[in-house]
């Protein structure tokens, strides 16, 4: 349930469900991001559901922050029918090419780069969100002994393709953007595709996801097959 | 086919096609894009007897050269602009806020904006877009909308679908106010900074930095420090959200921003100020002033009603 609504900015509701990161909590916030969504409120726009938190835009011409949160309040959310998860193995390069900040990984988590490849890979992991950019998954959870945190200064590049951690999470940057994560490889998969536009993203909240390990000759080829 | 089209001689330096952008696909990743000034984009239209959603064609410091060949149509720009008309035989000294009519073998070069980063030049016509979630609006990083998600670029064409038979000549007084103090809401992570980064970001400088686009601006000044956590589980990002990253050092989310962030959020631009925020080019000096969501709320309601009206006098 949520246990606080605030207003982030003028022109948006922050509805917090709690700080704690799982399935069950998120499962909450995708059930009041469905329903929202469905009941097109006049004036709410853009919605992101994260870990634990809803966003909900509206357009300040239209409504504001009084109505949208006395309608988020009375608003009775349905648990969603479409649990259609699919599960997905995503071909990922660590050549050192890729992996950028290995290095760094390796002393924070003391850790070596065999030891980090085979934690990372021997995993199953679960689709929380979608976002940052299109079609970037955020999954979790990755061992307690490989979490670190983001860079202290955000890269301006980061490579189209990057599979890269934070804290107990992995994701891939589906294009070149700016971003502060530890990256660990790259995959040559399109990830996401905007002609398609009902459905854009590869992977969605829900969803899980293993990677498998391929070599540079395999990522080279990758898109040639 | 089309007989009417715009040949690019040069493109400029980030000029791409803008409308009112996608307002409803956060939750996969894609950002409002649209025109940065949002005012100066209505105007603009409407000086071209446009409806105000049409597409229009948004340039970022240096502006592009245009050839225009076709029947005779009306072009506008907005903003604080220099640029000229180039006619058969004759230069004409460019005014913003003024329509033009324009005819085959015309060109329009554009300059640069003057003390400020974005322009818009309106053509009285429908261009020949590609329209993906119902929006022209090209989104440079994820290759959306039309142009194949690319900025313009030499050597181009593009055509024109049709031209508004409204060919009445607009004028508007019009002057850009510039502001150095930004109104801010606290953020969700206030109190995540010590009293003194707290007051830092209110009482104290910053500069924007070069390293400002579409996505973000950069803030560079006294570092703001941080007493909690350098790092939040990732959520939601809106236009105007300012975070503060472990170096200290505050980025403002503009309209291409990444929807998810996992910085700290020290405070949220007002939706009043957004239209002048993104028009400070690096180096302008800017300072934050606090005020509260109900404040913030009527002066946005002051702002559009000035909008509304400056529209309905063209």
Not at chain 1, 123 to 142: Q, R, S, V
Not at chain 2, 124 to 138: A, H, M, P, R, T
């Amino acid at each position: 349930m949520i246990k606080n609504i605030s207003n982030l900015g003028d022109a948006a509701l922050y509805c917090d469900f709690g700080n704690e990161v799982n399935k069950s909590i998120n499962s909450q916030v995708i059930k009041y991001f469905k329903t929202i969504k469905e009941k097109k409120f006049e004036g709410i726009n853009n919605l992101t559901p994260s870990y634990n938190k809803l966003i909900i835009s509206y357009d300040l011409k239209k409504t504001n922050f009084k109505e949208v949160k006395n309608y988020v309040e009375n608003i009775n959310a349905q648990d969603s029918k479409d649990i259609n998860s699919k599960k997905l193995e995503i071909p990922v390069c660590c050549h050192e090419n890729f992996s950028m900040d290995i290095k760094r990984l390796e002393e924070i988590l003391k850790l070596s780069r065999e030891k980090i490849l085979e934690n990372f890979l021997n995993k199953e992991y679960f689709c929380y969100m979608t976002g940052f950019i299109a079609g970037m998954p955020f999954l979790g959870d990755l061992d307690e002994n490989m979490r670190a945190q983001r860079l202290e200064t955000p890269r301006v590049k980061v490579p189209k393709g990057s599979v890269a951690l934070t804290e107990q999470f992995a994701n891939i940057y589906t294009f070149e953007s700016p971003g502060g994560w530890n990256i660990l490889g790259n995959t040559p998969l399109d990830v996401f595709d905007s002609s398609k536009e009902d459905k854009p993203n590869l992977i969605n909240p829900g969803d899980t996801v293993i990677f498998k390990e391929i070599t540079l000759d395999q990522y080279k080829n990758y898109n040639e097959q | 086919m089309s007989n009417n089209y715009l040949d690019i001689i040069r493109p400029g330096i980030n000029t791409t096609f803008q409308d009112k952008g996608r307002d409803h696909l956060y939750h996969i990743g894609i950002p409002f894009s649209g025109a940065m000034d949002n005012r100066n984009y209505l105007i603009a239209n409407k000086l071209v007897n446009n409806n105000l959603d049409s597409a229009v064609i948004e340039f970022a410091y240096q502006g592009p050269h245009i050839k225009y060949s076709g029947e005779k149509v009306n072009c506008a720009i907005t903003g604080d602009v220099i640029f000229s008309i180039k006619k058969k035989d004759t230069e004409i000294e460019g005014k913003c806020y003024e329509s033009y009519q324009i005819e085959n073998g015309d060109e329009i070069n554009i300059i640069s904006t003057n003390k400020s980063v974005y322009g818009y030049l309106a053509l009285g016509v429908e261009f020949d877009l590609k329209f993906q979630w119902n929006s022209c609006s090209i989104n440079t990083k994820a290759n959306i909308g039309s142009n194949d998600g690319k900025k313009l670029d030499a050597g181009q064409r593009i055509n024109l679908k049709k031209i508004n038979s409204n060919k009445d000549i607009k004028k508007t007084n019009y002057i850009n106010t510039k502001i150095e103090n930004i109104r801010v809401i606290k953020g969700t992570n206030f109190d995540y900074f010590s009293e003194e980064g707290k007051k830092i970001f209110y009482e104290k400088e910053f500069i924007v930095s070069k390293l400002s686009d579409r996505m973000g601006m950069r803030l560079e000044g006294p570092k703001i420090d941080n007493i909690v956590n350098t790092n939040i589980k990732s959520e939601g990002l809106i236009k105007g959200v300012i975070q503060v990253p472990a170096d200290g050092n505050p980025i403002i989310m503009l309209s291409d921003h990444g929807t998810i962030g996992g910085y700290p959020k020290i405070g949220v631009v007002a939706s009043v100020d957004y239209d002048r925020l993104v028009q400070m080019s690096p180096g302008s000096k800017i300072k934050f002033k606090e005020i509260n969501l109900s404040d913030a709320e009527t002066l946005f309601k002051l702002y559009e009603m000035e909008t509304q009206n400056l529209i309905s006098q063209i």
